[in-house]
């Protein structure tokens, strides 16, 4: 969140940081996701003075809010002071009987970027031909700072977990 704080650091003039703050925040929640963005969530909702920004933002916070509880979330790796999330979409079990073939969503974005819900869809989809499909979230350089070997030991864990 260090790039939040610079900008109100380098620009002086309210509109120039509005427009930085909501660009960046869009972002983000495209880009990142909406986990553990509450604090400049609501500080940019309650300071904004531009209703387009506003309503900007809360479209996709709030699209990716319902997105995400749509589905059951497990933590399956604590580590550095990150909670690692596994989102499970599951057939539904009326329909579905017996064990399921399961298909596992790792997201792209070169180790720098990128976030589980971007296979929320997909992952919707397979349930409904009776899959179990999962989408896992691991650490990034944008996120966590951290490089691809951190990423591929989350998705042996992952696995483990699965």
């Known amino acids: 969140m260090a790039d939040w704080h610079t900008i109100e650091t380098t620009f002086k003039n309210q509109e120039v940081i509005e427009y930085w703050k909501q660009k960046y925040l869009y972002y983000h929640i495209d880009n990142l996701g909406i986990k553990n963005i509450d604090e400049i969530y609501n500080d940019f909702i309650s300071s904004s ?59 792209g974005g070169s180790w720098s970027e990128g976030k589980p819900d971007w296979f929320f869809n997909p992952a919707k989809e397979y349930t409904k031909q009776g899959w179990v499909a999962v989408a896992v979230e691991y650490r990034i350089k944008g996120r966590q700072g951290t490089y691809p070997f951190d990423a591929v030991k989350d998705a042996k864990s992952a696995i483990r977990w699965l």
């Open 49 to 107: 003075k531009n209703p387009d920004y506003k309503i900007k933002i809360q479209d996709i916070y709030e699209s990716s809010e319902k997105e995400r509880a749509s589905h059951i979330i497990e933590t399956y790796k604590n580590i550095d002071r990150f909670q690692l999330e596994m989102h499970l979409f599951l057939p539904e079990s009326n329909v579905f009987k017996g064990n399921r073939p399961t298909i596992v969503y790792f997201h």
